[in-house]
Nanobody, 119 residues
Framework: QVQLVESGGGLVQAGGSLTLSCAAPGLLFSSSDMGWFRQASGKEREFVAVISRSGTTTSYSGSVKGRFTISRDNAKNTVYLQMNNVQPVDAAVYYC????????????WGLGTQVIVSS
């Protein structure tokens, strides 16, 4: 079974920064757009950000644009989510996912890493 492994979650103060990482198997990573999603307690999972296979194209949800940055290191098969000015509304379990070309859906998911924000 393909595994995506997130790390970097934890407790952060409001206004602080945190970087999440997600490692994926090489063959999957190189052929996939990589996305970050989150799910807050009692809410549905929502899209956060995505980066293309080449790393040249990114897209963000309106709620994180300007504060979060998605990036990838294709040599390390790892995607990152740099979270700046973290707010209490950002508290959630964060998941990374892979959308392997030519699929239009995210077919591979990690187990998630929790972000807790103290105000």
């Amino acid at each position: 079974q393909v595994q995506l492994v997130e790390s970097g979650g934890g407790l952060v103060q409001a206004g602080g920064s945190l970087t999440l990482s997600c490692a994926a198997p090489g063959l999957l990573f190189s052929s996939s757009d990589m996305g970050w999603f989150r799910q807050a307690s009692g809410k549905e999972r929502e899209f956060v950000a995505v980066i293309s296979r080449s790393g040249t194209t990114t897209s963000y949800s309106g709620s994180v644009k300007g504060r979060f940055t998605i990036s990838r290191d294709n040599a390390k098969n790892t995607v990152y989510l740099q979270m700046n000015n973290v707010q209490p509304v950002d508290a959630a379990v964060y998941y990374c996912a892979a959308r392997r070309w030519p699929s239009a859906s995210y077919d591979f998911w990690g187990l998630g890493t929790q972000v807790i924000v103290s105000s």
